[in-house]
C-alpha cells in the first residue's frame, strides 16, 4: 500500500512539476502574439502624440505627460521581451516544457514592467475618457486589449518556482 | 463617470479591434519563427519612434 502510495505521488509529481508541453505551447504563442501588438499600439500611440502636438491639439505639458507615460512603457515592453527570449529558451532546452516557475515568472515581470504601470497612469490622466485626440484614445484602447490578451494568456499558469532569475533592469 | 466618457470609452475599443483585426489575422498565419522576427522589428521601430517624439520634445523646450 505504501508502494502504491509513493508511486502515485512520483507520478502526480512528473506529471505536474513542469506545465504540460501543450498548454505551454499555446500560452507562449498567445503571450507572444499580444506582444507585438503591444509594440504596434504604443508606436500608433506615440505617433499620434507626436500628431496631436503638431497639430496643437494637445499643448506642450499634456505632450510631455504622455511622452513619460510612452518612454516608460517602451522600457517596460522591452524589461518583457527579453524575459519571453529567455523564457523560449529555456523551455527548448527543456524539451518544450517549461521548468518550474518559468510561466509564472513571465507573468510577474509583464505585470510588474508593463501591465501595472501603464494602467496606474491610463487610470491618473484619464487617457481614454479625457480630452484627447480620437488616435490617442484608439491606440491606448490597443495597448489595453494587449494587455489583456496577455493576462489572459497566463491565467491559470500552474507553476510556482524556479525557473529563470528575474532581475530589474 | 459620465455618459460621453463611457460612448468615448466604447468608440475607442471598437476602433482598435476593428484597426487590429487584419494585422491580428496576418500575425496569427505566421510560424514562431517569423513571430520572433517580427517582434523584434516592431520592437525596434517602437524605440525608433520613441526617439523622435523626445528629439521633438528637446527642440520644443
Request: hydrophobic share 45%.
Amino acid at each position: 500500500m505504501k508502494k502504491i502510495f509513493l508511486i502515485c505521488v512520483i507520478l502526480f509529481s512528473l506529471l505536474f512539476n513542469s506545465a504540460c508541453p501543450k498548454k505551454v505551447e499555446k500560452t507562449f504563442r498567445k503571450a507572444s502574439e499580444a506582444s507585438a501588438n503591444l509594440s504596434i499600439y504604443g508606436e500608433k500611440l506615440i505617433q499620434a502624440n507626436i500628431d496631436a502636438f503638431k497639430a496643437k491639439e494637445i499643448s506642450f505639458e499634456t505632450f510631455e505627460l504622455l511622452n513619460e507615460l510612452t518612454r516608460k512603457f517602451v522600457e517596460g515592453v522591452k524589461i518583457y521581451e527579453k524575459a519571453l527570449d529567455e523564457a523560449e529558451k529555456l523551455i527548448k532546452e527543456n524539451g518544450g516544457q517549461a521548468p518550474v516557475g518559468t510561466l509564472e515568472r513571465l507573468s510577474k515581470i509583464f505585470s510588474a514592467e508593463v501591465a501595472d504601470k501603464f494602467t496606474a497612469i491610463l487610470a491618473k490622466f484619464k487617457l481614454i475618457s479625457g480630452e484627447q485626440s480620437e488616435a490617442i484614445k484608439t491606440a491606448v484602447a490597443g495597448i489595453n486589449l494587449a494587455i489583456l490578451a496577455i493576462r489572459e494568456a497566463f491565467a491559470g499558469t500552474r507553476d510556482i518556482q524556479g525557473g529563470f532569475n528575474y532581475e530589474m533592469v | 463617470m459620465k455618459w460621453s466618457e463611457i460612448a468615448a470609452l466604447v468608440r475607442a475599443y471598437a476602433q482598435a479591434i476593428a484597426e487590429g483585426r487584419i494585422e491580428a489575422k496576418q500575425i496569427a498565419e505566421m510560424t514562431d519563427e517569423q513571430l520572433k522576427a517580427f517582434r523584434k522589428e516592431k520592437l525596434s521601430s517602437l524605440e525608433d519612434k520613441q526617439r523622435e517624439a523626445e528629439d521633438l520634445a528637446d527642440t520644443e523646450s
